[in-house]
């Protein structure tokens, strides 16, 4: 195997070209924070929606709304009709977990701003189905009050104080004071506004609701709701699994995911190209050095395995530092998309793909150094001019 080089050469390598060395890493700071920011990206948009599903929830939708549960418009009196009907939906003491509501896009007024607003009406009965929501101040909604989520502010384009706890917000022609703030374990949940299903009704001169969310015992409990489904055909009800349902829009959102991950790996692209004409540059331009480590007895794999540890540590040091920029400048933002908002976390999975991408990006840039190495003439580069 040979001689190997001390570490301390490539290091030293690395602060023989200051200017370089710091242009280079500021570069691998950069893809990292990128590949960060994508990981996260994709990861907070599949988790926004397909999160909201549950393998115990069935959703009740009109016939004629293609499975649309903005455009659905049914009877309210589903609600009750499954609370009787189907033995096994889960209760509370004695209370059935079914939720009659309506979700509807609208635009909302607050802190003298008006923006695009998604506003879910509601029974107390929601909560009862919908358990993943969970109240972080206030109280309760009464009349003529709102819960907001914790994202609602940034869906706006407000600060949080213009939907703080006592201010009010405006839609479809009624005010609402603002009675708590509620978090939806990071789903696009958190970017909505509930309202009193009564009063939105009302408001929005409706005499059906969306939709009817129907939380059954057990997971496999839910085929009682399909055939609840199919046997009352007077209803033209059409039952989907939660799960299903969430499922299949995030995966409408699969083109915007592939989208960023194109555009994050051309970035890469062009740092690894980068990357190698400049390493490709240094062994230029160290030649006679290389070729007299050569002459003392030093092999190429040495000399190839030096390299590749200058380029490593370069690598990792500017990924550490862009795993720290992502960090401040990514985690915990949010992200608006349609009339939904959905958080930004830097995960276990994000910092891996950052990175453990860009230490590869920067080995990947060695192969055109290494093959010039290789073609490296002991004679010819040492030979006095």
């Known amino acids: 195997m040979g001689r190997s080089l001390p570490l301390d050469y490539a290091l030293r390598n690395l602060g023989r070209r200051p200017t370089r060395t710091i242009l280079n890493g500021a570069a691998f700071a950069l893809v990292a924070a990128v590949l960060v920011a994508t990981a996260s990206f994709m ?22 709304a293609m499975r649309d549960v903005v455009r659905s418009a049914i009877s309210p009196g589903v609600a009750d009709l499954v609370a009787a009907d189907v033995e096994t939906v889960w209760r509370v003491n004695g209370v059935p977990a079914v939720s009659p509501e309506i979700h509807l896009g609208t635009r909302v007024r607050a802190g003298g ?42 869906r706006l384009g407000v600060d949080e104080d213009a939907i703080a706890i006592g201010r ?44 009817v969310f129907v939380r059954s015992a057990t997971a496999g409990d839910v085929a009682d709701v399909s055939v609840f489904a199919q046997r009352r055909l007077d209803l033209e ?78 690598a990792a040091a500017g990924g550490l530092v862009g795993l720290v920029l992502a960090r401040i400048a990514v985690h915990g933002t949010a992200f608006r998309i349609g009339m939904s908002a959905f958080a930004l976390e830097v995960g276990g999975d994000a910092v891996l793909v950052g990175f453990g991408g860009v230490v590869l990006l920067g080995s990947a840039g060695t192969v055109p150094a290494a093959l010039r190495v290789v073609r490296i003439s002991v004679a010819n580069s040492l030979r006095p001019d």
């Open 237 to 314: 009800l059409v039952a989907i699994r939660s799960d299903t349902y969430y499922g299949a829009l995030a995966a409408y959102f699969g083109p915007i995911r592939a989208l960023a991950a194109v555009m994050a790996g051309l970035i890469a692209l062009s740092v690894i190209v980068t990357g190698a004409n400049t390493l490709g540059a240094t062994v230029r331009d160290r030649a006679v050095e290389l070729a007299t480590l050569r002459a003392v007895g030093y092999r190429t794999g040495a000399l190839l395995r030096s390299l590749l540890a200058e380029a490593t540590l370069l």
């Open 168 to 211: 009010t917000v405006a839609f479809e022609g009624g005010t609402f004071t603002v009675a708590g703030r509620f978090a939806a374990a990071g789903t696009a949940v958190e970017s909505e506004i509930w309202a009193p299903l009564h009063e939105l009704r009302g408001l929005a001169r409706r005499d059906d609701v969306s939709a």
């Open 113 to 154: 701003r008006e923006a695009p607003g998604f506003v879910r009406g509601v029974t107390e009965r929601a909560f009862l189905v919908h358990e993943d929501v969970t109240l972080t101040a206030g109280a309760l909604p009464g009349p003529n009050q709102v819960l907001v989520g914790r994202l609602v502010a940034e």
């Open 43 to 64: 990861d907070g948009l599949r988790r926004s929606f397909a999160a909201q599903g549950r393998s115990d929830t069935t959703i009740l939708l009109s016939a004629a």
